[in-house]
T-cell receptor
Framework: SQQGEEDPQALSIQEGENATMNCSYK?????LQWYRQNSGRGLVHLIL?????REKHSGRLRVTLDTSKKSSSLLITASRAADTASYFC???????????FGTGTKLQVIP | GAGVSQSPSNKVTEKGKDVELRCDPI?????LYWYRQRLGQGLEFLIY????????KSGLPSDRFSAERTGESVSTLTIQRTQQEDSAVYLC???????????FGPGTRLLVL
């Protein structure tokens, strides 16, 4: 089973609205990463949050981490059509020797 | 190089043929990863290398799949006797060290007819 699972699987919003995606994971982690993927090709790293951090910002992105609930959220504020992509969370697994990606949230931002 | 490169970008092959996919990581990155992504699905972890060693090969789908890395640089993923279910995008990523940010290549889109 997936170490990380995103929710919702798909999200459609109007340009300018905020988009929130959630990630749940199963085992203890030392960090959690969010990636973005356009058009089914290479992924781009967005942000890394460490287990001792609760919130992190990068531009229009805000990531939270709740280790007690084993969950993280990615908030994109003031969304743009160019934010349309799939978003994945990634967590260490296999004794921190591997990184496992969740199933992803497909975001569509309608102009 | 500037980033992770993969070749070929697209590969169409006939069922039963062998294919070899190549990944050139960012220079100096010790960790290298291979993933498979079927259409509309998430990433499926296949294998990772720490240097030239692959400590865990349990993610490879079958014994038709193998991978190697030489010189702590280029890696090849070989699929023998391809099957139609092998059709997918194969993504390679590298990172400076394990658990650090992964930088992805553009992927190889494999179609097995």
């Amino acid at each position: 089973s997936q170490q990380g699972e995103e929710d919702p699987q798909a999200l459609s919003i109007q340009e300018g609205e905020n988009a929130t995606m959630n990630c749940s994971y199963k085992t203890s982690i030392n960090n959690l990463q969010w990636y973005r993927q356009n058009s089914g090709r290479g992924l781009v790293h967005l942000i890394l949050i460490r287990s001792n951090e609760r919130e992190k910002h990068s531009g229009r992105l805000r990531v939270t981490l709740d280790t007690s609930k084993k969950s993280s959220s990615l908030l994109i504020t003031a969304s743009r059509a160019a934010d349309t992509a799939s978003y994945f969370c990634a967590t260490p697994s296999g004794g921190y020797q591997k990184v496992t990606f969740g199933t992803g949230t497909k975001l569509q931002v309608i102009p | 190089g500037a980033g992770v490169s993969q070749s070929p970008s697209n590969k169409v092959t006939e069922k039963g043929k062998d294919v070899e996919l190549r990944c050139d990581p960012i220079s100096g990155h010790t960790a290298l990863y291979w993933y498979r992504q079927r259409l509309g699905q998430g990433l499926e972890f296949l294998i990772y290398f720490q240097g030239n060693s692959a400590p865990d090969k349990s993610g490879l789908p079958s014994d038709r799949f193998s991978a190697e890395r030489t010189g702590e640089s280029v890696s090849t993923l070989t699929i023998q006797r391809t099957q139609q279910e092998d059709s997918a995008v194969y993504l390679c990523a590298s990172s400076r060290r394990m658990q650090e940010t992964q930088y992805f290549g553009p992927g190889t889109r494999l179609l097995v007819l």
